[in-house]
């Protein structure tokens, strides 16, 4: 990352000079979300989050505007109230509306409130002894699982208990906002869904990868939201819901040959309780052996999902992977490797695919040769290992969410994280129990303000195709 792109560490010892106990204390819990690591040092925090890119254009401003410390706004980052809300609007933000819900009532409740509240929570949270203030309070809640930003009843209550009924009014608001992101996209749904998805013959058997990242944004076209039916499932729910009840979910494969957003990437699907294996910079023959080693996992068998994320330059149908010089490798052998057919352990299970692609004018290459695949047809295996028939299509329950962009907006800002995926990944931050689709679909409402507000050179395309058969939703039930 280049220096020109980090806040000067001048910058973050003049912030957290000036901040007291309890604002430092506010500011640690804003970024619970961001960092999933256990730092309680404002100035450690600040640091990492430097390193990581997450400071600028507008995160370390947003912080300071959620504390309401508009002078230091003014005086150390010369902007302002105004001008930090306008970002916001055309930036993905840092801090979710659930933290910022929790600290503003955290700001509204005085010592007597808090001290009740304490005292009307141990009812369900034990004797909290060490807790001494609304927003420890809230830190124990998520630990116990008592408190979530779609799981508010207690807290509700609980406000509602000590008569403050303006607050619980407060969270109730918070809670038809979140619903009518669910309740409403579908009207705004515009993205191509297909259902076919090529399968080509492709995989084999083998074990294990390495570590890696992921980037970048796109748009699409019409609307069209078919299921395909397809007799029983075999190893998922037979309800209208897929099973996601197996700890981890399933693997969550990131390939990324830019090297921008394997923190925020890694950091989310961990949060959402996938088993992350990540490979930063491969080769195109790397990612077709990554594939075919991820795809014979034994693991699968006991998942009940899979999720692939890739990131690099290419053409509009093929990764380049780190070398412009060799074959390309075709988009749609990507999900082949994992199709019913070449991995017989996710037959009924949602197969997700998240790609950017940072498209390369001009560029043709021909294609590597696809690798063959062993697998059988029409088998799917039980938990104890027991062959079981299905009546599944190979293709089906597949998710496939492809962003492109020119590849000059990544030459302009090489370090710069991917605005597609920071979107998505603060949506399923902030949204767990929502509907998948529905969350895409809000992802490609931000997706397309973007495009609005810039250059048509910088445009973004998106794509949506999947064959689900049900509602899909990434948390544990």
């Not at 430092?24 to 600040?46: A, G, K, N, S, T």
């Not at 947003?62 to 504390?67: A, V």
């Not at 933000?93 to 509240?117: A, F, G, I, P, T």
């Not at 830190?139 to 619980?168: C, F, G, T, V, Y």
């Amino acid at each position: 990352m280049s220096v020109n792109s980090r806040v000067p560490a001048a910058v973050i010892h003049q912030i957290e000079q000036e901040l007291d106990k309890d604002e430092q204390e506010v500011m640690v819990f804003l970024c619970r979300d961001v960092l999933d690591l256990p730092l309680q040092d404002v100035r450690e925090i600040l640091n990492t989050l430097n390193e990581m890119g997450r400071l600028l254009p507008c995160g370390l401003s947003e912080l300071l505007y959620r504390m309401r410390r508009y002078d230091l706004l003014k005086r150390v980052l010369k902007t302002g109230k105004a001008s930090v809300e306008t970002a916001l609007s055309s930036h993905p933000r840092l801090v979710s509306d659930y933290r910022v819900l929790m600290v503003e009532l955290n700001d509204e409740l005085d010592k007597e409130d808090v001290q009740s509240l304490i005292f009307i929570l141990q009812d369900y949270a034990g004797r909290l002894t060490k807790v001494k203030s609304f927003l420890t309070t809230v830190i124990e809640l998520e630990k116990q699982n008592l408190l979530a930003p779609d799981h508010l009843d207690l807290l509700e209550e609980s406000l509602k208990n000590i008569q403050r009924k303006d607050l619980k009014l407060k969270v109730q608001k918070y809670k038809q906002t979140a619903h009518n992101l669910s309740s409403n996209s579908q009207q705004a749904y515009t993205n191509a869904v297909q259902m076919m998805f090529p399968y080509s013959s492709m995989n084999r058997v083998s074990e294990e990868v390495r570590p890696m990242n992921g980037n970048h944004v796109t748009q699409a076209g019409p609307v069209q939201l078919s299921i395909q039916e397809s007799g029983e499932c075999s190893s998922q729910d037979s309800g209208d819901r897929y099973r996601m009840q197996s700890k981890p979910l399933g693997i969550c494969l990131i390939i990324d040959c830019i090297g921008n957003d394997a923190g925020v990437l890694q950091e989310t699907f961990t949060a959402l309780h996938f088993k992350v294996q990540c490979a930063m910079h491969v080769s195109v023959e790397d990612l077709k052996q990554i594939l075919q080693d991820v795809a014979s996992m034994p693991e699968h068998r006991d998942y009940d999902s899979f999720l692939c994320v890739l990131v690099s330059r290419g053409n509009s149908h093929s990764f380049f992977g780190i070398n412009q010089d060799v074959p390309a490798f075709r988009l749609d052998w990507v999900k082949s490797f994992f199709t019913g057919k070449s991995c017989p352990a996710l037959i009924g299970k949602p197969k997700l695919f998240f790609i950017q692609n940072y498209v390369v004018p001009g560029s043709y290459q021909e294609a590597a040769s696809p690798v063959e695949v062993d697998g059988n047809d029409q088998n799917d295996f039980r938990r104890d290992g027991r062959v079981q028939y299905s009546s599944i299509p190979s293709e089906a329950d597949v998710l496939w969410s492809q962003c492109r962009m020119n590849v000059s907006i990544l030459e302009r800002s090489p370090s710069s994280p991917s605005y597609y995926f920071l979107c998505l990944c603060q949506l399923l931050r902030d949204h767990q129990r929502l509907h998948l689709l529905d969350i895409l679909t809000e992802l490609n409402n931000r997706m397309y303000g973007k495009n609005a507000s810039s250059n048509p050179k910088d445009h973004c395309l998106l794509q949506l195709q999947h064959t689900l058969r049900k509602k899909l939703f990434l948390a544990q039930r």
